[in-house]
């Protein structure tokens, strides 16, 4: 098992988050991931439960997300702690989106008064090579930050190519 560090973009506003990691296990064609929020979690606006599975913009409130590279494009993973997850296949940086064969299990959330976890198993698409992680954090006063393992451009893109810097365990 690999643990990992997201951290904040510098132009996100300050988060009541002060450490996010993400457990990282392969398990053949599976991936399972473990993300950490720890801080001022009451801060944090949670999505509450929903009906477990695929749903569209998740990314536009609390989310976590994966982004598996392969040699025809990458296959982005949305997480939320509302139990529902989308993938979708892109041939290069947001181009050709489409939803993608992939599936997630639907997310299971835990905590405590400092921490809320949130893990879940992906497919991986065949030819999976590199991992993109990260994380969209709405505050309870609707403000965002946005993590990931490596920001490579002046705003936040967590489609950019060189944000996928984790080989694939």
């Avoid at 982004?67 to 997480?79: A, S």
Wanted: charged share 20%; glycine share 6%; hydrophobic share 40%.
């Amino acid at each position: 098992m690999r643990t990992v560090a997201l951290t904040p973009h510098p132009a996100s506003p300050p988060s009541p988050i002060e450490t996010l990691t993400v457990m990282i296990q392969r398990d053949g064609l599976a991936l399972w991931l473990r993300f950490v929020a720890e801080g001022f979690v009451n801060e944090v606006a949670w999505p509450g439960p929903e009906t477990p599975g695929r749903a569209d913009d998740l990314w536009r409130h609390t989310c976590f997300e994966a982004f598996v590279q392969t040699d025809e494009g990458y296959v982005e993973f949305n997480l939320s702690p509302s139990g529902q997850w989308a993938s979708y296949r892109f041939d290069a940086p947001r181009t050709g989106m489409r939803n993608a064969n992939e599936v997630a299990t639907p997310p299971l959330l835990d905590g405590a008064f400092d921490l809320v976890a949130m893990e879940t198993r992906l497919e991986l698409p065949i030819g999976a090579t590199r991992l993109g992680l990260s994380a969209v954090i709405e505050t309870v006063d609707g403000f965002f930050s946005y993590w990931a393992l490596a920001h490579p451009s002046d705003k936040p893109d967590f489609h950019h190519p060189d944000s996928f810097i984790l080989e694939l365990p």
